[in-house]
């Protein structure tokens, strides 16, 4: 938990994974509006306006794993962003223009968050990860503990 705002927003994102999932099955619905719901992009033709600007924090605090904490309150929205744009766009492009446009190093906490997120629409998009296993997901491999 972040002693600034004491948010544990990584906790948060888990639950915005568990009230997501209980709407829709869909893994493609599920990313969209996981990425709605957590980073403020939009589900419609104007998702790119969204996430061009860098999404919206709706969920500022901390909680994240060491290796994936940057030191801002914006981690949930970082991750969230990158899932809604990969679901659009696919993995590879996604990580592409997050090296390259948004100047996320690979070896970053940014960029391994990046590749945790990627990993997360792959294994949803495969059926490797149900949308209603996504919030055990989250907390195991990117909350901290």
Same mark, same amino acid.
């Given at each position: 938990?972040?002693?600034?705002?004491?948010? *544990?927003? =990584?906790?948060?994102?888990? *639950?915005? =994974? /568990?009230?997501v999932a209980?709407?829709? /099955?869909?893994? &493609?619905?599920?990313? %969209? &509006?996981?990425?709605? !719901?957590v980073a403020g992009v939009r589900r419609g033709v104007l998702w790119p306006v969204d996430a061009g600007r860098g999404g919206s924090n709706r969920i500022r605090?901390?909680?994240?794993? %060491?290796?994936v904490d940057d030191g801002t309150d914006g981690q949930a929205r970082h991750?969230?962003?990158?899932?809604?744009?990969?679901?659009?766009?696919?993995?590879?492009?996604?990580? @592409?223009? /997050?090296?390259?446009?948004? %100047?996320d190093a690979p070896d970053s906490a940014d960029g391994r968050l990046t590749d945790h997120a990627l990993d997360f629409v792959r294994l949803l998009r495969s059926? !490797?990860?149900?949308?209603? *296993?996504?919030?055990? @997901?989250? &907390?195991s491999t990117i909350c901290g503990r």
């Open positions: 938990m972040n002693a600034g705002t004491g948010v *544990d927003a =990584c906790a948060e994102l888990a *639950d915005a =994974c /568990s009230r209980a709407r829709t /099955s869909n893994p &493609r619905e599920f990313l %969209r &509006r996981l990425g709605h !719901e605090g901390r909680g994240f794993r %060491r290796h991750f969230a962003g990158i899932v809604a744009v990969a679901a659009r766009i696919g993995p590879r492009l996604t990580r @592409w223009l /997050s090296i390259h446009v948004g %100047r059926g !490797e990860l149900a949308p209603q *296993d996504a919030d055990a @997901w989250v &907390r």
